[in-house]
């Protein structure tokens, strides 16, 4: 049987943690199981508790989910030490973190990257799909980042929005597979 972490802390990252992240973070925790996976978001250049941007939280909506109480956050040591999977809108925010925190790199991906990694790798348990994904990482392809849709038009919100979401529901999809069998093993 694999061993499965009961707190497997997913951590999404953007800019100001008032767009892409907080919608990675809602759609996560919607799809994940709460039973083994913990989510949060936070930003690079993260603002002090702002609420989710308006059209981003209207998006959210859309895809059936609401923005509740979110608040965003800065990024900082606690968040990226206590992740066992970092997910970022970019490769800029992917380096950002990389930056102050090499260590990271075997657990940070942009979100799209980790989604289509996770359909291509053999894992047993979380852990190991992040470790194996981290290793085969030079099989994603084309456009790996989510761009920012702030101040932008609707039609971008919602194409970013479906994006990320596309992106999250693989990747819940396979995390919970994996938790699943864990249990059964």
């Not at 941007?53 to 608040?71: D, K, N, Y």
């Not at 102050?100 to 942009?110: K, S």
């Not at 919100?157 to 994006?163: N, S, T």
């Amino acid at each position: 049987m694999a061993d499965v972490s009961p707190r497997f802390a997913v951590l999404g990252v953007c800019t100001a943690n008032i767009c892409r992240s907080p919608i990675i973070e809602a759609v996560l925790r919607d799809q994940l199981d709460d039973g083994y996976f913990e989510v949060a978001s936070a930003g690079v250049r993260g603002w002090v508790e702002k609420p989710m941007e308006a059209m981003a939280a209207m998006e959210l909506m859309r895809l059936g989910l609401t923005p509740g109480s979110f608040r965003s956050h800065p990024i900082d040591d606690y968040f990226v030490d206590s992740a066992s999977l970092i997910l970022t809108a970019t490769t800029g925010h992917r380096s950002e973190i990389l930056g102050t925190a090499p260590e990271a790199l075997r657990r940070t991906f942009t979100l799209v990257e980790f989604a289509q990694l996770v359909g291509t790798v053999e894992a047993d348990d979380p852990a190991s799909l992040v470790a194996e994904a981290a290793r085969l990482r030079s099989r994603a392809r084309g456009d790996l980042d989510i761009i920012d849709p702030y101040k932008r038009k609707p039609a971008v919100y919602r194409a970013v929005a479906d994006q990320i979401n596309e992106a999250c529901l693989t990747i819940a999809s396979r995390l919970n597979s994996l938790v699943v069998s864990a249990d059964r093993g």
